[in-house]
């Protein structure tokens, strides 16, 4: 059944990659993206593949770019579009801070709300929040990007159980470490404030990071993954990929309840 399908934060990366994968199975897709210049590029590529595509230029943080999806019968929505800054917590600017959870949690709320109620209305819908394993557990020197995905999983937890009974499934996926650049531009945004002079975390503190990012996956698998709980009849809750890291999880969370 061909269903109508919102992804956030199409312009790059996953949401991208899921996007195409979706509009050839000939699903109507919706592909957000946050600027003007991700717009023109993206029908390019989409028209280059003979892809149908339907690009829309929705920066989430907006309000008026928010209230386009009053627009659309949504059946399927996407929460993908995300932003990273890394660095020490307890030196991370709170201004980052605030920035990132305006982006990875606030406006998936206001997102979702618009959309489960016109969901409700119909009795059916689903919702896939692209969150990460950084939701799942905390990685060093990345605990700011992390308190945002572990808000994120309690909003689909909680949506989960409450939109349940309208019809309506809620799932999750949360990738390791992918070639995306999108873990490599949040590390890099370090270097926008840090000063070794001022700060009182050692520049070697980031290698724990840059061991992370030296053994990055193809982003591929990830993107079938999104595809597949989207169309998938029944998907699980919780979609974790590549599945060793599933052990990285267990191992992190265990360890807090032994100390």
């Not at 489960?116 to 929040?129: E, L």
């Not at 591929?220 to 597949?228: F, G, H, K, N, Y």
Request: with cysteine; aromatic share 8%; hydrophobic share 45%.
């Amino acid at each position: 059944m061909t269903k109508t399908i919102l992804i956030t934060g199409a312009g790059s990366g996953f949401g991208k990659l899921a996007a195409l994968a979706l509009a050839r199975r000939g699903h109507r897709v919706i592909a957000a993206v946050e600027i003007w210049p991700q717009v023109t590029s993206l029908r390019q590529e989409a028209k280059a593949l003979n892809v149908t595509l339907e690009v829309e230029k929705l920066d989430v943080t907006l309000p008026r770019d928010r209230a386009l999806v009053q627009r659309w019968d949504i059946d399927v929505f996407i929460n993908n579009a995300g932003v990273m800054e890394a660095g020490p917590i307890a030196e991370l600017p709170i201004e980052l801070l605030r920035s990132m959870f305006e982006v990875n949690f606030f406006s998936s709320v206001a997102l979702a709300q618009q959309i489960a109620a016109k969901m409700v209305k119909k009795r059916d819908g689903r919702m896939i929040f692209v969150s990460s394993v950084a939701g799942l557990t905390t990685i060093p020197y990345s605990a700011g990007y992390c308190a945002t995905k572990h808000a994120l999983e309690s909003l689909a937890e909680g949506l989960r159980f409450e939109l349940a009974p309208f019809g309506i499934s809620v799932a999750t996926v949360n990738p390791g470490f992918y070639d995306t650049g999108f873990n490599d531009r949040g590390v890099d945004s370090v270097m926008h404030w840090y000063d070794p002079e001022k700060n009182f975390t050692p520049p070697t503190a980031f290698e724990v990071v840059a061991e992370h990012l030296a053994h990055q996956l193809s982003p591929q698998p990830l993107a079938d993954l999104i595809v597949s709980v989207a169309t998938a009849d029944k998907p699980r809750f919780r979609n974790v990929l590549p599945a060793e890291i599933v052990t990285f999880i267990k191992k992190g969370q265990s360890e807090l309840w032994a100390e």
